[in-house]
């Protein structure tokens, strides 16, 4: 990848990868090539993961051409992973960047058993304020086994800690 470029200023997704590469983040599932695989802050669906590019970079378009095909394969791969896991129906994908200015891209299970009124409308039509909250512990199986099929899909690379080993209580 291009040296990390920091968006002015620093975002969220600058503080997670921090978080992620010194063990403190109890959300990674795994490192990736290009970057951390990690479960969402609101579990609104359960497996609702993100990619997180490291180093960070502004957006898609800051990346060369080869680091860009190798950031959407991983986000894809994660999506595979996801979805074999977890048993979703389909997976959806999102990259914004416009609330934090930073390249992250959102991959989504979608289940068959969602609300009726939510199944086929975008991920944000959720509330995600009333979602649950990230738990380590509920969702270490799920983490496990993600983490597994990544190995197997050949995406990832060793971590230096056990995700949240280092995290601050």
């Not at 800051?62 to 996801?82: H, N, Y």
Request: with cysteine; hydrophobic share 45%; glycine share 6%.
């Amino acid at each position: 990848m291009k040296n990390e470029t920091a968006a002015e200023p620093l975002t969220a997704i600058h503080t997670q990868v921090s978080a992620a590469r010194e063990g403190r983040d109890p959300r990674v599932i795994a490192r990736l090539f290009t970057g951390w695989a990690v479960f969402g802050e609101r579990q609104f669906v359960r497996g609702y993961a993100l990619l997180l590019p490291d180093p960070v970079v502004p957006d898609l378009n800051s990346l060369g051409a080869r680091e860009r095909i190798a950031f959407l394969s991983d986000m894809s791969r994660l999506g595979d992973a996801l979805l074999k896991v977890t048993g979703a129906a389909r997976i959806n994908y999102a990259i914004f960047g416009n609330q934090e200015p930073a390249l992250h891209a959102h991959v989504i299970p979608r289940y068959l058993d969602e609300p009726q009124a939510l199944r086929s409308a975008q991920p944000w039509a959720y509330d995600w304020t009333a979602a649950p909250a990230f738990d380590r512990a509920s969702c270490q199986e799920l983490a496990d086994g993600v983490l597994r099929e990544l190995t197997r899909l050949g995406v990832t690379k060793p971590m230096r800690f056990t995700p949240g080993a280092n995290a601050e209580d």
